[in-house]
Structure formats: C-alpha cells, structure tokens
C-alpha cells in the first residue's frame, strides 16, 4: 500500500451544454487598442464557430504588459481567481495566440494547470489548440521554447556572464551594456 496521497481535481458541474467562453487580450505596448481589438475579434469569430457563447463581462484586457511575467497583468489574474470560483463563471478562457497568454514557460505551464484544475480549459483562436487536446503540453512546450530561443538570441549580452542574469540585475560583468 502506497503511502502517496492523490489530490482530486475540483471541477464544478457545468450548467448546461452551452460553453461559457472568457477572452484575454494582452498587448506589451500601450495603448495598442487596435491590437487588443483584433485579438477580441479572433476569439470572438472562434467562438462562433464554434457555437460557443462569449461573456462580455469577462473580456479581461491587460495593456502594456509584458508576456514574460505574471506579475502585474490584472487582467489575467482576474480570471484566474474567478476560476477558482464554485459556480465557476465560464468553462473556457479564448485567446488569440499563446504569446498573448504568456512567454515564459513556466508560467504557461503553472497557468494551464492551474485551470484544468479548477475544469477550465484554454482555446487559442489562431491555431484552435484546446487544452483537452491530449497533446497540448508538448505544443506549448514547443512553441515556448522556440519564443525562447527567439527572445534569447535578441538580448543583450554582457561580456563574461555565462548566464546572463548580470543584464537582469543591472549589472555589468567586464563591460558595459549598450543602451
């Protein structure tokens, strides 16, 4: 007999068959409503495809954001409290592409967990990649790391810092970093 305790997942019972469908829309500059505009359009034509219903009372916008943090993107945590929620408000949070929802790996990771946990599951309108796809670990898996090595191969190096994290802290290892 194993000593191991397995957690069972909270899934609240949805309502009915409708799927309830939440939109998040990033952009790292501000003000880009264009951008924003465009993305609640895509997610909006996906639902509809779909036959999905879109909230509007829950299109959560975070502008001048950047998508390698969690940390200051209210709109984003917004809906990742109401998630959590028993009834939960939606089933699903649509977003135009997964850079929208985030570039740092782990926490697209972290994310995506957290809410199949609470049974909600992400749409990515550009690609129509499901979380409940059974592969949907390894293509955010895979594009991450190729946004990684996107972001890694455009950043400043500094001189003598095999790790890079001098930039990070702002501080010089042997050379100065251009502005």
């Not at 850079?99 to 946990?117: F, H, P, V």
């Amino acid at each position: 007999m194993s000593n191991q305790v397995v957690a069972e997942q909270h899934v609240p019972p949805v309502v009915d068959d409708r799927v309830r469908c939440a939109i998040y829309a990033r952009s790292a500059t501000a003000p880009n409503a264009e951008s924003i505009q465009v993305q609640i359009r895509d997610c909006r034509e996906a639902a509809a495809t779909k036959g999905w219903d879109v909230l509007d009372e829950l299109i959560e916008v975070d502008e001048g954001k950047s998508g390698s943090t969690l940390v200051g993107r209210t709109g984003l945590q917004t809906l990742l409290t109401l998630a959590t929620h028993n009834p939960r408000p939606f089933d699903c949070i649509l977003v135009s592409d997964l850079a929208r929802l985030g570039r740092s790996l782990t926490d697209l990771c972290i994310t995506t967990e957290m809410l199949q946990w609470y049974g909600v599951y992400l749409y990515f309108a550009d690609s129509g990649v499901d979380s409940r796809n059974k592969s949907f670990r390894h293509m955010v898996v895979q594009a991450s790391l190729s946004d990684e090595i996107y972001r890694l191969s455009h950043a400043p190096t500094v001189r003598g810092c095999p790790c890079m994290q001098c930039e990070f802290r702002g501080v010089s290892a042997g050379a100065s970093i251009a502005a």
